[in-house]
């Protein structure tokens, strides 16, 4: 680390337009990041992640109830793996990932 104020910082990229991610699936993160999911309804959406595949580590959980938007969102360092699942209920769950970069 050099003096104060030359060491590089992160920032946040663009959020990743590519293909929809999917509930109950498991992906590898590309660089560091964040993932955000929103689901509508009652239910228990969880998140998961670290070194394992299928990740075991829950970082974040977050219960709805009917006629409500809950969210999550979870911290992901490169390399490790990550899920969004939910638990209870069948409704929609958007998941979005935005890295950091250099």
């Known amino acids: 680390m050099g003096a104060r104020g030359?060491?590089?910082r992160k920032r946040l990229g663009?959020?990743?337009?590519?293909?929809?991610?999917?509930?109950d699936t498991v992906y590898q993160a590309p660089s560091d990041?964040?993932?955000?999911?929103?689901?509508?309804?009652n239910g228990n959406?969880?998140?998961?992640?670290?070194?394992?595949?299928?990740?075991?580590?829950?970082?974040?959980?977050?219960?709805?109830?009917?006629g409500t938007i809950s969210s999550i969102s979870l911290p992901v360092k490169k390399g490790?793996?990550?899920?969004?699942?939910?638990?209870?209920?069948?409704t929609t769950t958007t998941i979005f990932w935005i890295p950091l970069e250099p």
Request: glycine share 12%; proline share 9%.
């Open 6 to 8: 030359t060491t590089p």
């Open 45 to 66: 959406t969880v998140g998961y992640t670290d070194s394992f595949t299928p990740p075991t580590t829950l970082r974040q959980s977050n219960f709805g109830s009917p």
């Open 33 to 41: 990041g964040f993932v955000v999911a929103q689901s509508n309804g």
């Open 80 to 90: 490790e793996y990550w899920e969004v699942a939910r638990l209870v209920g069948g």
């Open 14 to 23: 663009d959020w990743d337009a590519g293909a929809p991610y999917v509930k």
